[in-house]
């Protein structure tokens, strides 16, 4: 592709502490100034280098965005009720964020504060795209839910059955997402169109790192280990 070409969105799965893996994966796709890396959240807990990955992200500058996780989401929740308290970093459920310096975790926190917790945008193609952590209920827009909702793998609980809302997902809108193994890789709708993108395929459990190319919907992964 031509350096003066427009430039492309990649939204990277749950990267869960896995600074080895990002940083294969940001040389495999050698983002050019005009190119964006976006985060499906969960970027920290459970894995071994939290503090390396929050590096990584932060010398991006402007070429990265997030949305906030289910274990971001939990941090948070967690520092708001005890302000000035960083002794307890546990993600949702009890996740450990593996041991970081006092410093390094005022750092975390700050650049988790007012993070979003969806990001929206149109594709070349004029189909809209929202990247959540896990869910988008069918008849809403992310501005409508609630974080727990979009944080977490949502039911649509006025539907006979109560299917997930993956299960239910039509579009037109292309929802990105992580949080759900099982639910990785794409899914089209009954007119054969792409409507979900699921994320994360288990890079803190020895698997991949993936990114999706927003644009091109083309993914490009790479091993827990080299």
């Not at 450990?96 to 310096?101: E, F, H, S, T």
């Amino acid at each position: 592709m031509e350096e003066g070409a427009a430039g492309l969105t990649w939204i990277v799965g749950d990267i869960h502490g896995c600074a080895d893996a990002l940083a294969r994966l940001l040389d495999a796709l050698s983002l050019r100034p005009q190119d964006r890396l976006l985060s499906a959240g969960d970027l920290f807990h459970r894995g071994p280098e939290p503090y390396a990955v929050l590096t990584q992200l932060k010398s991006l500058g402007q070429q990265f965005a997030m949305v906030m996780g289910n274990h971001e989401w939990a941090l948070m929740q967690r520092v708001q009720d005890q302000p000035g308290a960083l002794e307890d970093l546990q993600g949702d459920n009890g996740a450990v964020l593996a041991p970081i310096g006092h410093a390094q975790a005022q750092e975390l926190i700050a650049f988790l504060e007012g993070q979003p917790y969806f990001l929206e945008g149109i594709r070349r193609d004029g189909q809209p795209w929202y990247l959540v952590h896990a869910s988008v209920l069918p008849g809403k827009h992310p501005s409508e839910m609630t974080e727990f909702e979009l944080v977490r793998l949502s039911r649509c609980r006025e539907v006979s059955g109560k299917p997930t809302w993956h299960e239910a997902w039509q579009g037109p809108e292309l929802v990105v997402f992580g949080h759900a193994q099982s639910l990785s890789g794409p899914k089209r709708n009954a007119k054969g169109a792409y409507v979900a993108w699921g994320l994360d395929t288990g890079c803190v459990y020895g698997k991949e790192l993936t990114a999706l190319c927003v644009e091109e919907l083309r993914t490009v992964s790479v091993p827990y280990q080299a």
